[in-house]
Structure formats: C-alpha cells, structure tokens
C-alpha cells in the first residue's frame, strides 16, 4: 500500500526533477557553493522552515518544528536529514540536455542529494502538523572535499532545534554495480577512513653519471612503494585490511639529473579506528627507516581525512524495515563487506546514532555499460528521486513517532 509520503514524492517529483537538472548544468566545488546555497534557499522559500547560513561555508540548516510535538524542547525528538551539495573538477562526458555548462561536473550525483532532500522537506512540510518532534535537514558543502560535515557540526547543525539530534539519516546515489531502484547497505562498518599519506625523501642530487657522488633518493622512494605492500600483507588481518594505493609520484627534471628529493602521495583506506591507528604509526616508521638505511632525510605526514563510516545497529535494522517496506525486500541488497570508499556523514555518525544508505540511480539498463561515481560518463536517472525524498520523510516521521525517541 502507498504511503502518504509516497504519494507527496510523486506530486512534487516534477519539483525535484527540475531542480536536479538545474544544478547538474552548474556544479560547484569545495565549501563555497554560493549558487547552490541560493537554488536551495529559493526552493525552501515558500515552507515555514527556520534557516541559517554556513559562517564559514555556504551550508543550509533548516528546521521545521512539527505541530503535534510537546512545547517543552527537551521533550521534542528531533531527527536530522543531510544531502551534501558539491560537485566535482570533471569534464562531463554525458550527453543530456541539462549537462554541467562550467567544466565541473556532479559526477557523484549530489544534486540528486540535494534535490531529494528539498523534495523531503516539502513532504514533511505538507504532514508537520502531525509530526510529533523536529526535523533539521542538513544542506552540506565540500563533501568531496576539504570536507563540510565537521565545520557545520562545529557550528551547531546537530542542536539546530534546539537539543542534540536523537538520530541521523542520509543516502548516497550510484550510478553502477546495481539495477536502478535497488538500495543497498550494512550494520555497523559500511565505508572506509579514506586517510592521506604525504612522503617526500631528501637526498643530493648530481649528475646521472656518477651516482656515488651525490645521494639518489629515488630508488630509496620506490623501494619504499613496494615495502608499503609489504607492510599491508605482513602486519594486517585479512579480516580488518586496509588498503594502500600510491597514485602520485614526483621526481627529478631531466633524465640525467639526479634531484635533491623525491617524493609521492597515497590514499590509505582502514576499516576500523585500530587498522587506522596501526597504519599510521607503521607506515611512518617504515618510511623513516627506508630513509635513513639510504643515508636520506624523510619528511612523513599522514593526514586524517574522515573517519570510518559506521551504521548504528539499531537505526539501521529500522531503516532496512522501512525500506522493505515502502519499496519490497526484493529491492534491498544487504552488503557482505564495507566499500572502501569515505564519506564524511561519518563525523555526523560519530556523534549521533543514525544510517547512511545506497540508491541505485544507474541510467543504463545493461550494467556492464554504466561507469561509476567520479567518472566523466557516470550518468544519474533521476526518476528515483521521488524514492529517495519519500525514503528520507518516511524515515523522519517513523523515528520521530518511535518510542525511544
């Protein structure tokens, strides 16, 4: 049977299309969103909402106070929906009629984000006389980076209405791996900490043909690439991995130059704060201790990026049950293993207990034609907006009626 929020998704789904496909045709980057920000203010105009800007991003918190809630605020629950904003530094290779107009693209499908997440506020809006608590729905910049969930918590989204949010909930679209409609999620673990390691090895350059008069850092720095691997299949569980990737290397000007220094960059992804903690402190001393067996100084930064993304147990049981059903459990997939990819709703998760859940919006009916997220040709439907907004509102009106809110 359909529900209500179902029935509000599919009249305000020409809205969400709309909207979508507006912000596909200009993408923005990083924390300032300044368009984006205002597309999002013009939508939410017409709701009865209380809205504040970002101090230091171009973010959107807005609350709507449900009219069957007590007026003691301790008293009201509260649930928080987040859709982050940004887009990406890709050239779009999609041909569509609305395709990016700037040279970013949203190849990681956030204007669906958002646009599903004005599409919920509008549905809730439509119900919030029966809504016995609060909903603070959160419009975020910089996901992709430097990252916007940790500055807008830092400026107060999570007590927007006024007390801590009593739980949290968010979706990611994807454009591959799985049929169009199909969701997709675990407990506990679902994403990696995507953590950064910065490397640069200090040696004496010269010339190329008498090696014995300077100090060639760059056979030290792949030696020091290989060893890396290593260290992952020697020192790590199989059954809590990580994973190390060197995508940057960085050396020399001529090939019969031997430079100063030499140095790369990694991605480390860890499934768990402990592999998280090993990596960085192995790493570092195996870099160090290249180094200095070559007669090199090593400069070693790990950088933290964002956290592991952890699913509560209980608010993940419950966004399964609403999901199965809404939609059917046929359209739930239940992952066996975490992707290695980061998010960073992970913060959001940290402080409160909640779910971050997938949404198959792949374009191509055969899948092996569909490229993935970040691609130039990753290509969105946004016929499953009108799912994910209902999915959203539906989430926010159960929780706030549950028991133990």
């Given at each position: ?337 975490p992707i290695p990819g980061g998010e960073d709703f992970s913060f959001v998760l940290e402080e409160v207990p909640g779910t971050y859940i997938f949404l198959s ?45």
């Open positions: 049977m359909t529900t209500r929020t179902q029935e509000l998704a599919a009249e305000f789904a020409p809205e969400m299309i709309a909207l979508r496909r507006d912000l596909h045709q200009n993408p923005e980057i990083g924390l300032d969103l300044p368009q984006t920000q205002r597309r999002i203010l013009e939508a939410l105009e017409p709701l009865d909402l209380e809205i504040t800007l970002g101090k230091g991003l171009s973010s959107v918190t807005a609350v709507l106070r449900g009219g069957a809630a007590p007026n003691d605020a301790q008293d009201r629950p509260v649930v928080l929906l987040r859709g982050d904003m940004d887009g990406l530094p890709v050239t779009e290779l999609v041909d569509v009629p609305f395709k990016s107009t700037n040279g970013a693209m949203h190849a990681c499908g956030h204007d669906l984000h958002v646009a599903g997440l004005v599409g919920a506020a509008k549905i809730l809006h439509a119900v919030r006389q029966e809504l016995p608590g609060d909903v603070v729905f959160m419009f975020q910049p910089g996901e992709e980076g430097p990252g916007g969930a940790k500055p807008m918590i830092d400026e107060g989204v999570l007590d927007a209405a006024g007390k801590r949010a009593d739980a949290a909930y968010g979706l990611h679209v994807m454009s591959d791996q799985v049929p169009r409609g199909m969701w997709i999620g675990k407990p506990k673990t679902l994403m990696a900490s995507p953590d950064t390691l910065r490397v640069k090895f200090i040696g004496q350059g010269g010339h190329g043909s008498r090696p014995f008069q300077g100090n060639d850092p760059v056979p030290a720095l792949c030696e020091a690439v290989l060893a890396l691997q290593t260290m992952v299949t020697r020192h790590f569980d199989i059954f809590d991995p990580i994973v190390v990737t060197v995508g940057r290397i960085a050396a020399g000007s001529k090939e019969n130059i031997i430079p100063d220094s030499a140095e790369f960059d990694a991605t480390v992804r860890s499934f768990s704060p402990e592999s998280r903690a090993k990596a960085e402190e192995l790493s570092v001393a195996l870099l160090k201790g290249i180094a200095t067996a070559h007669g090199l100084e090593a400069e070693v930064e790990f950088e933290h990026v964002y956290p592991v993304t952890v699913n509560d147990e209980v608010e993940f049981a419950f966004t399964q049950g609403v999901v199965e059903d809404l939609f059917g459990a046929e359209r739930f997939h239940l992952l066996e293993n919006a792949c374009a191509h009916e055969d899948l092996r034609k569909a490229d993935g997220n970040h691609s130039p040709r990753a290509a969105f439907d946004d016929v499953v907006l009108p799912d994910g907004a209902a999915l959203l509102a539906e989430l926010a009106v159960r929780r706030l009626n549950r028991a133990d809110s």
